[in-house]
């Protein structure tokens, strides 16, 4: 795929990603705050401790899933990112684009700035960061289903789930609703994760 329909196909699934939150706000809470600091995207107001333990067990978390548990689930170029196995720098472009906006950024739009916000607001924090978190994992178990076992999809549901329900605690308890700590973990760690295929350390 050249880059210039990368380009476009990163902003149109943050757009996507982003419709659903923009018409729930535009309905119900446009007059109380902007849709920018109602899904998040506002800065840190919390403990940068907290923040940054969650990012270093978010980050081992990604290398122990990748390396031990993930390549037993899957097949070996079921992932995104397989496809930039040998590219070496050549694939950084696009595993940017690809790691920090489209999954990263679209992702915590949706899931942590409006889902799990939305549901902690009226189901409390316990109950509404846990489904969220499942209902993340579920997105990306979903899609393996075809290519794996139901048992190992299930298994990559529950390791997702996980790190959904980590990036919520994150976003909520440790910087004060900002979903950016989160954004930048999640699209950093996709992003280490494809240059890591992009030369072959895996």
């Not at 950024?105 to 969220?132: D, M, P, T």
């Not at 579920?138 to 990559?156: E, S």
């Not at 789930?161 to 699209?187: D, N, R, Y």
Request: glycine residues 12%; hydrophobic residues 55%; aromatic residues 16%.
């Amino acid at each position: 795929m050249d880059m210039v329909s990368m380009f476009f196909n990163v902003i149109s699934q943050v757009l996507m990603f982003s419709l659903i939150p923009f018409i729930w706000w535009l309905v119900t809470a446009r007059r109380k705050e902007n849709f920018f600091s109602w899904i998040g995207l506002k800065g840190v107001r919390g403990s940068w401790l907290a923040v940054g333990g969650c990012i270093l067990f978010f980050f081992v978390l990604c290398v122990v899933s990748q390396v031990w548990w993930i390549p037993h689930l899957l097949p070996a170029n079921a992932t995104v990112q397989s496809s930039y196995a040998g590219m070496g720098w050549s694939a950084f472009p696009s595993a940017f684009l690809f790691g920090m906006i489209q999954t990263g950024l679209s992702e915590e739009i949706l899931f942590r700035g409006f889902i799990g916000k939305r549901l902690i607001a009226k189901f409390g924090f316990a109950v509404g960061n846990v489904v969220q978190g499942l209902l993340f994992g579920a997105l990306h178990g979903v899609m393996f289903f075809f290519v794996t076992t139901p048992l190992k999809a299930l298994v990559i549901t529950l390791i997702t789930g996980f790190s959904g329900w980590l990036l919520g605690w994150m976003t909520e308890k440790g910087a004060g609703g900002s979903i950016v700590p989160g954004w930048m973990a999640h699209g950093v760690g996709n992003l280490v994760l494809s240059m890591v295929q992009a030369f072959g350390w895996l």
